[in-house]
């Protein structure tokens, strides 16, 4: 995806379509990957679905993403599904600290970064320092700067947003909706907002039982939607975060 922009768009992935058509000169295949495949809208979708129904024999594609939900029915139905296992949090500990200065990275940060990350580092938001072909952080100074930031709001936010959960009062709720517009005026620091949210309504829903699993599932639900509606229809953060807030 280019930078700044949010869809994969159907030009790119009509170059890619006709790069796998060519013939492969050193290997017996070639093989591509769509990154984030739910980002591909409706008329990109489109133009890769007719590759998926007569597919090349010699080409691969691999389609990557968290949220096979947004993807098109027809899409999955002609793909083949792979789950890959989950980081454990020694994993994520073990890369992190090789990666990073450990003067700046002590056992309590790490530990943060992996509450947050939970089993993958796309909540981490580290792509932008990262080698696309190694997949290693390239830029260690930019990576640490990023991640101390990011340890900060994480910790402002869930403390917030948990306290609002425990307990919705006229102040709590304030606070919430306060913390939910500042991150909203800063497109960059949303998601951590929403990934901060849908992370706290999850817990709630596994620790209860009976009405109450049911109002967490449908505030997780409210969330979800929320997002979604931000993400695909440019829909306005500050209206959708507090709506979701209130959901409960």
């Not at 709001?153 to 919430?176: M, Q």
Request: charged content about 20%.
């Amino acid at each position: 995806v280019e930078e700044g922009k949010k869809d994969i768009a159907v030009d790119d992935v009509r170059a890619l379509i006709s790069a796998m058509h060519l013939k492969p000169y050193y290997a017996k295949a070639t093989v591509a990957i769509i990154n984030d495949a739910h980002r591909m809208n409706s008329a990109s979708s489109n133009a890769l679905l007719m590759t998926l129904e007569e597919p090349n024999p010699e080409s691969y594609l691999i389609l990557v993403t968290h949220a096979p939900n947004r993807l098109l029915p027809t899409i999955i139905s002609r793909c083949q599904n792979l789950t890959f296992s989950e980081l454990s949090e020694t994993q994520i500990k073990v890369i992190l600290s090789s990666s990073l200065d450990s003067s700046e990275f002590d056992s309590q940060k790490l530990s943060t970064l992996c509450k947050l990350a939970q089993i993958s580092f796309a909540p981490l938001g580290l792509s932008a320092y990262t080698n696309p072909r190694t997949g290693k952080i390239s830029d260690s100074k930019g990576a640490s700067k990023h991640l101390k930031k990011l340890i900060g709001d994480y910790k402002i936010i869930a403390k917030t947003v948990h306290r609002y959960f425990e307990n919705d009062n006229a102040t709590n709720t304030l606070e919430a909706l306060s913390l939910a517009s500042a991150f909203a005026e800063e497109k960059e620091r949303a998601p951590l907002m929403w990934h901060v949210l849908k992370q706290e309504a999850h817990k709630k829903l596994l620790s209860s039982s009976g009405h109450d699993a049911l109002r967490w599932a449908n505030l997780l639900e409210s969330i979800l939607s929320a997002e979604q509606l931000v993400t695909e229809r440019n829909a306005n953060i500050q209206l959708q975060l507090s709506s979701a807030l209130l959901s409960q």
